[in-house]
């Protein structure tokens, strides 16, 4: 199994521009999750999905768009790429809520300029 | 909402040191607890989590923590430190019922070898 993987692993956008990060895993997890990481900031959720077609926003949505389409993807969409969105993206997806472990893909290098 | 505060943003002890990681969370009600570990270069994994029982778990490579409930913590620690748990820690908390994990905003540890 490959568990939890993100593309692309790095990226370079100018301010302004748009771009998706894929996320897929293949444990058949029902939820699944977008966080961003900071220097001191630690992790921070964006949007998360307890299951395919839902949607949910976490403690920093705003400047971003989920989908989840199919179970295994969740999708993470800039629409209008600013300086302060560069950071490290984490995907992540679980069995269900609460005592389950949340398993992490090796994230995506977002860098605005 | 509940939150978390992680007391100590930068950590270096030399190896065979003991470690004790502060962690301390903010709810009233029944909660899940977790330490996740993020070595350098990697994505994170879970190190240890408690949701009932015994207040004092045992993780992966000797960590454990404990609970206790009226102080609102949830500390980790090892006995012996070793070079290779030079890394970034992070405490989460999930309110019971709740789809999400807040995570506090690590601690980075660095080893002496």
């Known amino acids: 199994n490959a568990g939890v993987t993100q593309t692309p692993k790095f990226r370079v956008l100018k301010t302004g521009q748009s771009m998706t990060l894929l996320c897929a895993q293949d444990m058949n997890h029902e939820y699944m999750y977008w966080y961003r990481q900071d220097p001191g900031m630690g992790l921070r959720l964006i949007h998360y999905?307890?299951?395919?077609?839902?949607?949910a926003k976490g403690e920093v949505p705003d400047g971003y768009n989920v989908s989840r389409l199919k179970k295994q993807n969740f999708l993470l969409g800039l629409e209008s790429a600013a300086p302060s969105q560069t950071s490290v993206y984490f995907c992540?997806?679980?069995?269900?809520?609460?005592?389950?472990?949340?398993?992490f893909g090796p994230g995506t290098r977002l860098t605005v300029t | 909402a509940q939150s978390v505060s992680q007391h100590n943003h930068h950590v270096i002890l030399s190896e065979a040191a003991s470690l004790e990681l502060g962690c301390n969370y903010s709810?009233?009600?029944?909660?899940?607890l977790f330490w996740y570990v993020q070595y350098p270069g990697q994505h994170l994994q879970l190190l240890l989590k408690?949701?009932?029982?015994?207040?004092l778990v045992k993780g992966i490579k000797g960590f454990e923590a404990e609970f206790i409930k009226s102080k609102f913590s949830f500390n980790l620690r090892k006995p012996s430190v070793q070079w290779s748990d030079t890394a970034e820690y992070f405490c989460?908390?999930?309110?019971?019922?709740?789809?999400?994990?807040?995570f506090g905003k690590g601690t980075r540890l660095h080893i002496l070898p």
């Open positions: 992540a997806s679980s069995y269900t809520r609460g005592v389950y472990e949340q398993y």
């Open positions: 989460a908390v999930n309110a019971r019922g709740d789809d999400k994990i807040i």
């Open positions: 999905s307890v299951g395919e077609g839902t949607t």
């Open positions: 709810y009233g009600g029944t909660v899940n």
């Open positions: 408690y949701f009932s029982g015994d207040p």
